[in-house]
């Protein structure tokens, strides 16, 4: 696994990395529901795991919430440092 910071941990490091999670070679719209995308809730609970491990506390719910690219990225800009 390879170690991020907290700076490191922006909009193109979430793009990639729900890309991953969703396995979609395609774009993915940043104001679209990803759960459109077929993300599910185990993998919703893997990154706020891995979001946790990073230093950045963003809860299940947190990210359930609204479930799209650009409000995780500004509740992540939120919580850097938090």
Do not use: Q
Request: charged share 25%; no cysteine.
């Amino acid at each position: 696994m390879t170690v991020t910071t907290t700076e490191a941990i922006n909009f193109d490091w979430l793009e990639a990395r729900v890309a991953t999670l969703i396995e979609d070679e395609g774009p993915i719209d940043p104001g679209e529901s990803l759960i459109f995308y077929g993300l599910d809730s185990l993998r919703v609970m893997k990154l706020a795991g891995e979001l946790k491990e990073h230093g950045i506390t963003v809860s299940f719910e947190d990210l359930a919430k609204d479930p799209t690219l650009n409000a995780w990225s500004a509740l992540i800009d939120a919580r850097k440092g938090g």
